[in-house]
């Protein structure tokens, strides 16, 4: 990756980075029993992906629409 793809990739990941805080809070208001580990842009996708940790699964609809409507932004959630 050179040029201006790196430029806006390394952009899109401090903007990811930065809303990591914004995620993990209302990521544990949801799931209290969870760990929120790190966000991460995916140039090819256009999302941010965001890590957590967890022994169980969850139901994210609800979440998804709060989460979406701060952002703006389009999101992944890998567990």
Do not use: C, W
Not at 52 to 70: A, H, I, M, P, T
Request: glycine content about 2%.
């Amino acid at each position: 990756m050179v040029g201006k793809d790196k430029d806006f990739f390394e952009e899109q990941q401090k903007i990811a980075l930065e809303i990591f805080p914004i995620f993990k809070k209302l990521f544990k208001k949801y799931f209290n029993d969870s760990i929120p580990v790190t966000a991460r842009y995916h140039i090819f996708a256009d999302q941010i992906y965001f890590y957590f940790y967890s022994e169980e699964r969850y139901v994210f609809s609800e979440f998804v629409k709060e989460l979406r409507s701060l952002l703006g932004k389009n999101i992944f959630l890998f567990q």
